[in-house]
């Protein structure tokens, strides 16, 4: 009987290593080894193959994931990279496990974030054409208008990315605020559309990823309740990867 062979990039998420987007540019970038030997991008293991990265020796032996939600503070910086970015998620929270955010939140940003060490659930989640809905709270430099609120919702054009933006839910919250619901994450998105009708973001909170809330205080975490990972694992259900959790780790 053959052995079980599994991608290389899904070997490392599956090990809580870091996400397969993250897996494929350290391969891409020559750091990981199979058996000793650097490999071609779509290589896959046998469970005796010896995975490493930067030599550090990988195993696949995981039997349980973490999901933590956390309150992001303004310039703290969202990558994994703890030796470029002094002021990243990772030495922040400090956890006592190798985690990775689900996603990005730009550094003048705060709010609801995702960190895991489940590479799977990831995946899904980021999947643009998913539709997974992100809730935010943002306030500009002048009053909001009907037209601002009609043109958001609408989608406009930006230029520099060559693309229009999806239709979205926009509701107005006071002269100054407003709520905007999105189902896709370009890049600075939010900031980009209001600069282009000429509004200028003075503050931009996430307060809600799919059905997890933002309910702690700026800078603190909590793990997801077992409820909240029921109802994430629903909702992922219809997504374009089929996602089996492991045991969950609850509170």
Known sequence: MSEK???LNKYLSEAGYCSRREADKLIDAGRVTINGTIPEMGTKVTPNDVVAV???IIKN???SFVYLAFNKPVGIVCTTDTNIEK?????YINYHKRIFPIGRLDKPSEGLILLTDDGDIVNKILRASNNHEKEYLVTVDKPISQTFLERMSR?????ELKQTTKPCVVKKVNSTTFKIILTQGLNRQIRRMCAHLNYEVQTLKR????NI???????KYRELTHEEYKNLTNLLSNSTKEFKPKTHSRK
């Open 5 to 7: 062979l599994t991608r």
């Open 54 to 56: 930067d030599g550090e």
């Open 61 to 63: 032996t995981k039997k």
């Open 87 to 91: 002021d990243n998620i990772i030495d």
């Open 155 to 159: 989608g406009i054009y930006l230029e």
């Open 207 to 210: 307060v809600r990823i799919m």
């Open 213 to 219: 809330k933002l309910d702690m205080p700026v800078g």
